[in-house]
């Protein structure tokens, strides 16, 4: 699936690839809800029907990203209410083996992730992931999404990699599309960014049941 001999770069995306989705879909789907509810005196169903489509209209959005938006729009403190359930945060399967291997192979690696530096700084704290990656960078410091193909142009100045040389592994389809679009030559998919979840049936990229099949070395 992967041909390490001719992989360079390696650009990793944090949440649904290295860290299991459920945290996040956990608490945009239940938590936040839960307390919005208990804002306004609403029911937890009342609650997502008022929420959910103002959560898909900005989807794919740098705002749909940004812990102060959704602080300043739901009149709620969203970096709060995620450290309130930090226990959910977790690494999925061989991904710490993964990247020490990465390392000793002299691989350029890098997490970059839209997540917003207050959610970055929550769940670096919470699995030391840092430790493993030299290089993190964060979408909001270029004020675009991944989904932008423009971004890559971008994160091409800030974090020089050859498109040929180079594999990213990322969760999401619109993302890994924008990548291809701008020419990155290696792209996976993951089948279980949540695993509580169902697995995706993703046809139009390769991709990974999890960090052992691609193991290297």
Same mark, same amino acid.
């Given at each position: 699936?992967v041909?390490?001999?001719?992989i360079d770069?390696v650009?990793?995306?944090?949440?649904?690839?290295?860290l299991?989705?459920?945290?996040?879909?956990?608490?945009?789907?239940e938590?936040?809800p839960?307390?919005?509810?208990?804002?306004?005196?609403?029911? +937890?169903?009342d609650a997502?029907?008022t929420?959910?489509?103002?959560?898909?209209?900005?989807?794919?959005?740098?705002d749909?990203?940004?812990v102060d938006?959704?602080?300043q729009?739901?009149e709620?403190?969203i970096?709060?209410?995620?450290?309130?359930?930090?226990?959910l945060?977790?690494i999925?399967?061989?991904?710490?083996?993964?990247?020490?291997r990465l390392?000793k192979?002299?691989?350029?690696?890098?997490? +970059?992730?839209n997540?917003h530096q207050?959610s970055?700084?929550?769940k670096?704290d919470?699995?030391?992931?840092?430790?493993?990656?030299e290089?993190?960078?964060c979408?909001?410091?270029?004020?675009?999404?991944?989904?932008?193909?423009?971004?890559w142009e971008r994160l091409?100045?800030?974090h020089?990699?050859?498109?040929q040389?180079?594999?990213?592994?990322d969760?999401s389809?619109s +993302?890994?599309?924008?990548?291809q679009?701008?020419?990155i030559a290696?792209?996976l998919a993951?089948?279980?960014?949540?695993?509580q979840? +169902?697995?995706?049936n993703?046809?139009e990229?390769?991709?990974i049941?999890?960090?052992?099949?691609i193991?290297?070395g």
């Amino acid at each position: 699936m992967v041909d390490w001999q001719q992989i360079d770069s390696v650009l990793l995306d944090m949440d649904g690839t290295l860290l299991d989705l459920y945290f996040d879909n956990y608490f945009w789907r239940e938590h936040v809800p839960l307390r919005y509810a208990e804002k306004h005196a609403l029911s +937890v169903d009342d609650a997502k029907r008022t929420l959910f489509p103002i959560f898909r209209n900005k989807e794919g959005t740098m705002d749909w990203y940004c812990v102060d938006y959704w602080s300043q729009t739901l009149e709620l403190d969203i970096a709060q209410l995620k450290a309130e359930i930090d226990h959910l945060i977790a690494i999925h399967p061989y991904v710490i083996e993964f990247l020490d291997r990465l390392r000793k192979m002299n691989k350029q690696v890098a997490l +970059v992730t839209n997540a917003h530096q207050k959610s970055l700084m929550l769940k670096m704290d919470r699995t030391a992931l840092h430790n493993h990656i030299e290089t993190i960078i964060c979408a909001h410091d270029f004020g675009m999404p991944k989904e932008n193909p423009e971004f890559w142009e971008r994160l091409q100045g800030r974090h020089p990699f050859k498109k040929q040389n180079t594999l990213l592994i990322d969760d999401s389809l619109s +993302v890994l599309r924008s990548a291809q679009q701008y020419g990155i030559a290696s792209l996976l998919a993951v089948y279980h960014p949540d695993s509580q979840d +169902v697995r995706r049936n993703v046809e139009e990229f390769e991709a990974i049941e999890d960090f052992d099949q691609i193991m290297p070395g």
